[in-house]
């Protein structure tokens, strides 16, 4: 780690080259930051089977609101979804790093050079600025497909929020919380923007195969997350 980092411990905000007084994402105070090195030493990567080509990885133990990122075993190379918030450089290498949007970049910048991975996120995200010590070697403005990774810009949550499919699950991070027997909308965003997304969202899965749902702090069946979804989310609340 060349340069210096601290990792805030409520969020698990990584801040890269700086020590603010307060997280620059949720507003924690310095008291509850450690260097890198100290997330490193406390916390592992714990890797856990979804599918036979998906696997989440989260920091263990729990490392304040981190979400959930998830390998890829493409065929054409590993893909991760969005990053853990703390280094372990005991995981396999990964080829491809995919973000959903920039709330929770992790400690990408550390697993970008362990292992030579490209970074890739919206245009939007990539301007806020919270991601000026990040570095992203793709940014993307519209659908792509990467390895038979389906990549869907769709708004809301964050201007460039990006939901994936690869094969028979689907990638939407924190775009919709599971409550009880329903589901909300994150609350974050603009509310008409995030409705218009999920009207996207709900057009783009029709018809299609899904097996498997991956959340922010989640893994669900799709026919359970399809029926809340279908029932009609609230605006707002985790």
């Keep these: 780690m060349k340069r210096e980092q601290y990792v805030c411990l409520v969020c698990g905000f990584n ?7 307060h997280c620059p994402f949720c507003g924690a105070a310095q008291k509850n930051f450690i260097t890198a090195e100290e997330c490193s030493e406390r916390y592992r990567v714990v890797a856990t089977p979804v599918t036979g080509k998906v696997t ?10 981190e979400h959930a990122a998830y390998r890829i075993e ?7 979804i969005d990053c853990p918030s703390s280094f372990d450089p005991s995981l396999a290498p990964a080829e491809k ?5 920039h709330h929770f970049l992790g400690a990408s910048n550390l697993y970008r050079e362990l292992f030579a991975a490209q970074v890739l996120i919206h245009r939007e995200d990539s301007l806020h600025e919270i991601c000026r010590p990040f570095t992203f070697d793709t940014v993307f403005a519209e659908n792509f497909v990467l390895h ?23 990638f939407i991070c924190d775009y919709v919380f599971l409550s009880r027997d329903g589901m909300k909308y994150n609350p974050f965003g603009p509310a008409g923007k995030t409705l218009d997304g999920g009207r996207r969202l ?35 609340g985790y």
């Design 15 to 21: 801040m890269v080259g700086f020590h603010p007084d």
């Design 97 to 101: 790093i995919l973000f959903t949007h």
């Design 56 to 65: 989440r990885l989260q920091s263990h133990p729990p490392l304040g609101i």
């Design 202 to 236: 709900r057009e783009i899965l029709a018809g299609r195969s899904i097996c498997t749902v991956c959340g922010y702090n989640y893994v669900i069946d799709y026919g359970d997350w399809e029926r809340r979804f279908a029932a009609g989310p609230l605006f707002g």
């Design 74 to 80: 493409t065929g054409a190379g590993a893909c991760w």
């Design 148 to 170: 038979g990774i389906e990549a869907f810009p769709i708004d809301g949550h964050t201007p460039g929020f990006t939901f994936y499919i690869f094969e028979e699950t689907l």
